[in-house]
């Protein structure tokens, strides 16, 4: 009807009847470029630049940066933490932690702490004015480095970063259930509007 009308249809009713030939014709595409997709990722964060990337994006992503940064902020000074206990030299400590903490940007920074370590310097020297690491982190490493108490303070804040990760995790997963819910009525609102809106041009080209 629409088209012995000569009504010209509206372009979210284009865009749909455009998507549905696409799928109908080309679905076989989408699995493949799928397949692409991973593999690329894959193959990009194999090599180090592309690892270290991925990393720094990973720390630098609204709201989940946050939860990134505590999460390796908690294994770095839980781990130290145990290994000092255990008696294990600092510097050999720290470049342990290095590569057990799970993220690029944070090994380079552990590591390149950890040759400052062993010339002579303190961690919190090296790591007072990196972004990854929050003030008080380092004026508290620095409390503990001076009072000989760096183990002590390792497992605070330890205990408190914890619960600070929990409590972003409850507020992600508040906030994933309204962002589903409003991509949801987007995308029916879409399909309606693309519907009904011929009808009224159809309609109003009568009237």
């Given at each position: 009807?629409?088209?012995?009308?000569?009504?010209?249809?509206?372009?979210?009713?284009?865009?749909?009847?455009g998507t549905s030939s696409f799928l109908q014709s080309y679905w076989w595409t989408l699995p493949l470029m799928l397949?692409?997709?991973?593999?690329?990722?894959?193959?990009?964060?194999?090599?180090?630049?592309?690892?270290?990337?991925?990393?720094?994006?990973?720390?630098?992503?609204?709201?989940?940066?946050?939860?990134?940064?505590?999460?390796?902020?908690?294994?770095?000074?839980?781990?130290?933490?145990?290994?000092?206990?255990?008696?294990?030299?600092?510097?050999?400590?720290?470049?342990?932690?290095?590569?057990?903490?799970?993220?690029?940007?944070?090994?380079?920074?552990?590591?390149d702490t950890t040759t400052a370590v062993r010339e002579g310097y303190t961690i919190s020297s090296q790591v007072l004015?990196?972004?990854?690491?929050?003030?008080?982190?380092?004026?508290?490493?620095?409390?503990?480095?001076?009072?000989?108490?760096?183990?002590?303070?390792?497992?605070?804040?330890?205990?408190?970063?914890?619960?600070?990760?929990?409590?972003?995790?409850?507020?992600?997963?508040?906030?994933?259930?309204?962002?589903?819910?409003?991509?949801?009525?987007?995308?029916?609102?879409?399909?309606?509007?693309?519907?009904?809106?011929?009808?009224?041009?159809?309609?109003?080209?009568?009237?």
């Amino acid at each position: 009807m629409l088209v012995e009308s000569g009504v010209e249809l509206p372009l979210p009713t284009r865009m749909l009847l455009g998507t549905s030939s696409f799928l109908q014709s080309y679905w076989w595409t989408l699995p493949l470029m799928l397949i692409a997709v991973v593999y690329g990722y894959k193959a990009y964060v194999a090599t180090p630049g592309g690892r270290f990337q991925v990393d720094l994006v990973k720390l630098k992503l609204p709201i989940f940066g946050k939860f990134f940064g505590n999460l390796y902020l908690v294994r770095f000074t839980r781990s130290l933490s145990t290994l000092m206990t255990g008696g294990v030299p600092l510097a050999q400590a720290l470049e342990i932690v290095a590569n057990v903490v799970g993220n690029s940007v944070w090994k380079k920074m552990l590591l390149d702490t950890t040759t400052a370590v062993r010339e002579g310097y303190t961690i919190s020297s090296q790591v007072l004015y990196n972004k990854n690491f929050p003030v008080v982190v380092a004026n508290m490493i620095n409390i503990g480095e001076q009072t000989g108490r760096l183990e002590e303070i390792l497992k605070t804040l330890t205990n408190f970063y914890t619960k600070e990760t929990d409590t972003l995790i409850d507020g992600l997963l508040k906030l994933i259930e309204p962002a589903l819910m409003l991509v949801m009525g987007v995308g029916v609102g879409g399909m309606v509007a693309a519907i009904l809106l011929p009808m009224f041009s159809l309609i109003n080209a009568g009237g």
